[in-house]
């Protein structure tokens, strides 16, 4: 017999909450009544089975990806596969660094499939995918570290923008992280490359064989991490500004690198109370314009 999920409205009557084991979801739609009626039926349905199916590929999604070939047969293991296939080649990745981002990818999909809806979002503990219809707007809030409640700055992306897809890591995240920062929060097209381009730029914020930083291998910490023996930051004590602005430029060379290859639409990286920008928002407008100070407790949703 199939284990069935936890599905049911917030008590706000507004979204909608999917959780089934480690994946745990906060689900948003605008539209008619009809429309969004379908739209939760259908995130529900697809949700519904979908933890069972990325089980049954984890020995594969938990290996090395292969930067040309995939022999994943699932449609989201496929999309994860294709979010990390970009950095596959000069490093090692797996497809779960992009789990969280293919997953809200494939619901929010399921939604658009059963009903015209004006905006949607999906929010997987930080990773979120977006729909917009003209003239809507979605405002993020952007996290100090990604296990507190406090906001640093808050965002907002219009619908004349690319940006559909945000995500956020860091050594205080959910997954382990190779490097130093607090937090890495990424803008791209799609939810899924979003996720995987901020791995990869949070592993790159870092200070390689300093004294102050503690790193355990991952497989002490979670026996079965796809990051095996790898070293994984646990702590980080005392740095200078210096060392700080070093670890933090580390980190913005590798996202100018994506910007500039397509893959992201920009980033912002944090470390220690400082903050490093990186690219534009998709119509010009320099991140730094976009994210704006705020005192508003906003939790990377709308």
Known sequence: MRRLPQIALLPDGKRLHLQDGPIDLIVEA????RDVSAAYQAAA???TGLLDE???????????????????KGVVARRMHAAVAPFAADRFITPMAAVAGSVAEEILGAMLRAAALDRAYVNNGGDIALHLGDGEQFTVGLMDRPDRRGVMR??????DMP?????????HGRSFSLGIADAVTVLARTASQADAAATVIANAVDLPSHPAILRIPASELQPDSDLGARLVTRDVGHLTEHEIEQALEAGAARARM????GLIEGAALRLLGETRLVGATGNGTPVSHTFQATTTEYMLQA
């Open 30 to 33: 605008k539209g008619t009544d």
């Open 45 to 47: 349905e697809r949700f």
């Open 54 to 72: 990325l089980c049954g590929e984890l020995a594969l999604l938990r290996s090395a990806a292969d930067p040309q070939h995939c022999v994943l």
């Open 154 to 159: 808050t965002m907002t992306v219009d619908a």
């Open 163 to 171: 940006v559909r897809g945000i995500a956020t890591s860091g050594r």
């Open 258 to 261: 994506l910007l500039t290859s």
